[in-house]
């Protein structure tokens, strides 16, 4: 009988050397803390691995997470090349290596006699991981530069793929992707318990519920099912720390982030008929609030639960040469599909590009927003036909 998905997925972890857990660029709390519940559990079974979180700062890891597992922003080199030389007949006598100009530059000295061309070779080694496991990625394209940098090594190895979303084009070999789940640290959680119930300690527990909580908004999304509760109910009995996870999410926020909230709100504009919510910022906003870049998405995440008439939120990031574009939006409506014209990448839920055409801020953020406002114009004429 062949065996299920999540059958075939312990298969593989079981049978791989090093493993490579990531997700998507511009990575959700519940990918991240999916991540770890994954990296906690490869851990106890000491199995090696690293995990990568595109353009992540670890620093920035909140304190509710459990510990023990480090997050990457970047892969590194995923495979090593060799350089064999024939000293049957003609033995080594020395080797020396330099760097110059970018280039290594090795010196060989033969005991006697000498070598000819024939007799070096250099071919590639090894990939460094074996299996990749992703969660909350729609697609390979999502992986950011992993993908554009690295896509043959993706397309040789063996991909678990680990996702919710009714987007995710199941593209790797074994996908476990769960249309019924509010969110990927419940479907990691599926896994782990129909793998082995023991894995699932305190600190798994923690990572998971904490995906959860972050996904759903503390259980207030439309989309929570009994059966999310009754699995978020699960894993407090075994151990996760609920109290902790809500005061770091939803009242534990920095003065600087509330400063740059501050400056934010006040500058919002808002389209009623398209649903269109859009703010300027300024690298001055960051440098006179104190706070870090991370802090616009729990800016962002408050005006879609605060403001249902918010469909899609716009943030323009005003930098020295160049204009950054970050859109949100909710279902059914697609932030990857509105920069596409852009030539803009991401996921369904948020997305960005870069806008270099105009010298003036104001006027390059009124020809976007008249374009996306067009564009959804015309969804919502598609729609109510």
Known sequence: MALLPHEQAVELIGRSKNILLTTREHASMDAIASLIAMGLVLKKLNKTFDVTVPGYDAKELPSFLPT????????GAMRSFHLSIDVAKTPLSELMYDVKDGKLDITIVPKHGEWAETDVKLRAGSDRYDLVI??????????????????????RTTVINIDCASTNES?????????????????????????????????????????????????????VTPKTLHLASELVTLGARRGDIVQGLWRNQSIPTLKLWGRILSRLEQDVASGLVSAIISDSDFI???????????????????APSAKVVVLFQQKTDELLVHV???????????VRPFGGTGTRERAHFTYKEAQDVHEAKGKIIASLSAFLGSLTKGFVK
Do not use: C
């Not at 789940?181 to 479907?187: C, D, H, K, L, P």
């Open 328 to 338: 949100h939006a909710q279902a059914p409506l697609s932030a990857v599909e509105l």
């Open 288 to 306: 006179e609030s104190g706070a870090r870049p991370e802090a616009l998405e729990g800016v962002v995440d408050e005006l879609i639960a605060y």
């Open 68 to 75: 023990g597992v480090e997050i990457r922003s970047t892969v």
């Open 171 to 223: 593209w790797g070999q074994v996908n476990l992707v769960d249309l019924n789940a509010v969110a990927t640290s419940e479907v990691v959680y599926g896994f782990l318990s129909r793998w082995n119930k023991q894995h699932v300690d305190a600190e798994v527990a923690t990572a998971v519920l904490a995906g959860m909580i972050s996904r759903t908004r503390s259980f207030r999304s439309s989309n």
């Open 134 to 155: 992703a969660v909350d990625a729609p697609d390979m394209a999502s992986l950011g530069a992993l993908f554009r940098d690295k896509a043959d090594f993706l397309y």
